[in-house]
């Protein structure tokens, strides 16, 4: 049985009487009224939200893992891809080679002013005047948190004369050693290392990994500059961003919108399924992860630098 309060009230919200309650004989049938056919035409149409998908990254992830070489050092195997910059962000070169030429001419200020750093930072001082052979971005992505095996390492630097994504995969947890080993070769001749986050965890987590598989590293590359560009975009833009991790300034700062991508979190989960099955589909989606995040640093220290 209605209760009269509620039914009026629903009488109300539907601008007319409702259907008689059949838990009352003798109550009459009610039409329900509905708006007049001139005021439904001229209503605007009720259609769904319209949701803004961002353009897809270049560049499917899958084949990636395919398209890798085998590479042997002293310590053992692992595997090896090389992708051009351009692949993994359309213009990219040619952006890139815009923003040295215009940094190199602020270097060439800086060295005329009486305080240098007033026009160009010393970090990024260093880092335009090792541009573009001497600098190396670096990205790793491991089995878990400090004290894990690392399984990925991600490089951005120029070899044969372009900017290229250099990706060092171990197959197994046995091929870490190997991946570590071609890292000390590939930081030797470099004088600038920029990582995000990298002087907390990535790098001393390199240094770590290699005194454990008692790898000889080479005391040189100890004194290599190093530039987290972390710590300068907290100092830029941490009044301005809820958060300063890679990504917020991918979209914010950088512009960039990544879709398909495969979250942090499951990447080591996604390794543990490769090592255990071969399985390669989710593989590919973290060597592009991995690609990306060396993409927007690179393009994070050439914004700061300037």
């Not at 630097?157 to 197959?171: K, N, P, S, V």
């Not at 005194?211 to 080479?218: A, C, E, F, G, Y």
């Amino acid at each position: 049985m209605y209760d009269e309060l509620l039914r009026r009230r629903l009488e109300a919200l539907n601008r007319g009487p409702l259907p008689p309650d059949p838990s009352r004989p003798g109550e009459a049938a009610l039409t329900v009224r509905t708006m007049p056919r001139r005021v439904r035409d001229a209503a605007p149409p009720r259609t769904a939200p319209v949701l803004f998908r961002p353009p897809a990254q270049a560049g499917s992830p899958a084949g990636l893992l395919r398209r890798g070489e085998t590479v042997e050092n002293p310590a053992g195997q692992h595997l090896r891809v090389l992708l051009p910059l351009n692949e993994i962000w359309p213009g990219g070169e040619r952006l890139v080679s815009a923003r040295q030429h215009y940094l190199k001419q602020l270097l060439d200020a800086a060295d005329c002013a009486v305080e240098p750093a007033v026009v160009l930072d010393a970090e990024f001082a260093a880092l335009v005047a090792a541009l573009p052979d001497r600098v190396l971005f670096l990205d790793l992505e491991t089995c878990g948190l400090a004290g894990a095996a690392l399984f990925l390492v991600g490089l951005l630097r120029h070899i044969d004369g372009a900017l290229t994504i250099e990706l060092l995969m171990a197959r197994s947890y046995a091929e870490e050693a190997a991946v570590l080993d071609s890292l000390w070769r590939a930081v030797d001749g470099h004088d600038v290392l920029i990582t995000f986050n990298g002087k907390s965890f990535d790098w001393p987590m390199v240094r770590e990994r290699s005194v454990r598989h008692r790898l000889s590293v080479d005391q040189n590359n100890h004194r290599i500059h190093h530039l987290d560009v972390l710590h300068h975009a907290r100092r830029r833009w941490r009044r301005q961003l809820r958060d300063c991790r890679l990504q917020t300034l991918e979209r914010v700062v950088c512009r960039r919108h990544r879709t398909g991508d495969i979250p942090s979190h499951r990447i080591p989960a996604a390794y543990a399924e490769y090592v255990r099955t071969g399985f390669e589909r989710e593989m590919d989606a973290v060597l592009h992860h991995n690609a990306l995040d060396l993409v927007t640093m690179l393009d994070l220290a050439l914004r700061l630098a300037a």
